[in-house]
């Protein structure tokens, strides 16, 4: 009879922890959806309040000569003067060479053109200036 004893609180205790298991993993499943709900919200970008920068950007391919594949030219739209820096994030980059370059401030007046050489297919320019939005491009 001892053994029946055991044997049946034995039996008890698997079905126990069997179902705090079962409620545990499925509080775990149904946190998921809200999970990956959050991680969504968290990687969509907040909507920028600032304007846009009031450049066009065209590029030029350059054979030969001391430019680079191509040349991006900025030109300021606006009718004010524009302080514009740049960082390049470079395509193609050497081993012991940077991956990026950080450009200084760049004065635009209105109307006129900076054009930023030595470009490779595939470089991403980021374009920022006080008070807009950064713009991001990419050589074709």
């Known amino acids: 009879m001892i053994t029946s004893n055991t044997s049946s609180i034995r039996s008890v205790l698997c079905r126990t922890a069997l179902i705090a298991l ?8 149904v946190q998921i959806p809200a999970l990956k709900a959050a991680d969504a919200a968290a990687a969509q970008p ?10 066009t950007a065209t ?20 009718k004010d003067t524009l302080k514009v820096s740049a960082k390049i994030l ?3 980059a050497f081993h ?11 004065v635009i007046e209105a109307g006129q053109v900076w054009r930023i050489p030595d470009l490779s297919a595939g470089d ?12 991001d491009l990419t050589v074709p």
């Open 22 to 29: 079962g409620c545990a993993f499925s509080l775990a499943l």
């Open 46 to 55: 907040p909507a920028c309040k600032a304007p846009c920068l009031p450049l």
């Open 59 to 78: 590029y030029e391919k350059v054979t030969g000569g001391e430019m680079g594949p191509y040349v991006l030219n900025l030109k300021n739209d606006s």
């Open 90 to 92: 470079l395509s193609v």
């Open 96 to 106: 012991m060479g940077s991956k990026h370059w950080d450009l200084p401030e760049h």
């Open 124 to 135: 991403k320019v980021t374009l920022t200036a006080q008070g807009f939005a950064p713009l």
